[in-house]
């Protein structure tokens, strides 16, 4: 009885902490997503930058590293924080930043948690099947229970 006690104490903070993969975003990629590398001219995707696992697997790992600022608690805030990055040739992200924040310690969680994902992508590839950097953009959400 003493284990059951123990289970159920700590399933509230366990619920917190759990991501129903039902409830992650949908994600739209746009029709094409254009290379920004410093070579020639910008040529289109033929195939996407992956994460590892897909995109479960990249917000299931993203949320494991992000915690709610208290200040953006106390403030009620919420929504939509939009990080932009380039996934390059070799899978590694550079040039990360916010493009769109919302404020209250959020932005600054939000990139920090790209900062910290552990595998690199698997890059996008031209025509040739060749491996080219590729500017993405994907948003964190912050939302009340």
Same mark, same amino acid.
Not at 22 to 46: H, Q
Not at 65 to 82: D, E, L, N, S, W
């Given at each position: 009885?003493?284990?059951?006690? =123990?289970?159920?104490?700590? %399933?509230?903070?366990?619920?917190?902490?759990?991501?129903?993969?039902?409830? %992650?975003?949908?994600? *739209?990629? $746009?029709? =094409?997503? #254009?290379?920004?590398?410093? !070579? !020639?001219? $910008?040529? *289109?995707?033929?195939?996407?930058?992956?994460?590892?696992?897909?995109?479960?697997?990249?917000? %299931?790992?993203?949320?494991?590293?992000?915690?709610?600022?208290?200040?953006? /608690? =106390?403030?009620?805030?919420?929504?939509?924080?939009?990080?932009?990055?380039?996934?390059?040739? =070799? !899978?590694?992200?550079?040039? %990360? #930043?916010?493009? &769109? !924040?919302?404020?209250?310690?959020?932005? *600054?969680?939000?990139?920090?948690?790209? #900062?910290?994902? #552990?595998?690199?992508?698997?890059?996008?590839?031209?025509? /040739? &099947? /060749?491996?080219?950097?590729?500017?993405?953009? /994907? $948003?964190?959400?912050? *939302?009340?229970?």
């Amino acid at each position: 009885m003493s284990a059951l006690l =123990t289970i159920l104490t700590c %399933l509230p903070v366990m619920v917190f902490c759990q991501i129903n993969v039902d409830s %992650l975003p949908r994600i *739209e990629v $746009p029709p =094409t997503i #254009k290379n920004n590398s410093l !070579g !020639g001219g $910008p040529e *289109e995707c033929t195939s996407f930058p992956e994460y590892p696992g897909g995109m479960e697997a990249l917000y %299931l790992e993203l949320y494991s590293y992000i915690t709610y600022p208290k200040m953006a /608690q =106390t403030a009620c805030i919420h929504g939509r924080v939009f990080i932009e990055f380039t996934v390059d040739s =070799t !899978g590694h992200m550079r040039d %990360l #930043k916010v493009l &769109k !924040g919302i404020g209250g310690g959020c932005d *600054e969680e939000a990139l920090n948690a790209f #900062k910290s994902l #552990k595998h690199c992508w698997v890059p996008a590839t031209d025509c /040739q &099947k /060749q491996p080219i950097d590729c500017r993405m953009r /994907q $948003p964190v959400y912050f *939302e009340f229970e």
